[in-house]
């Protein structure tokens, strides 16, 4: 039970770091005028990352 509780504290941590990345990524490329392609490739580096982060969690459950 402690190791569910442990996996799932820590991909929710995950989760609330990548969106705030995220958030972050958009100010910094709408700031600068960046295209729309830079808007979907960072969003698909970031949902990559959060499948990578929540999957080991998953897996353990």
Same mark, same amino acid.
């Given at each position: 039970?402690? #190791?569910?509780?442990?996996?799932?504290?820590?991909?929710? !941590?995950?989760?609330?770091? !990548?969106?705030?990345?995220?958030?972050?990524?958009?100010? #910094?490329?709408? %700031?600068?005028? &960046?295209?729309?392609?830079?808007?979907?490739? %960072?969003?698909?580096? !970031?949902?990559? !990352? &959060?499948? #990578?982060?929540?999957?080991?969690?998953?897996?353990?459950?």
């Amino acid at each position: 039970m402690w #190791r569910n509780a442990h996996f799932k504290l820590w991909g929710g !941590l995950a989760f609330f770091y !990548l969106h705030n990345a995220q958030l972050v990524l958009e100010q #910094r490329a709408a %700031g600068s005028g &960046a295209t729309r392609s830079v808007f979907v490739l %960072g969003r698909f580096n !970031l949902l990559a !990352l &959060a499948q #990578r982060a929540v999957g080991p969690a998953q897996r353990a459950v």
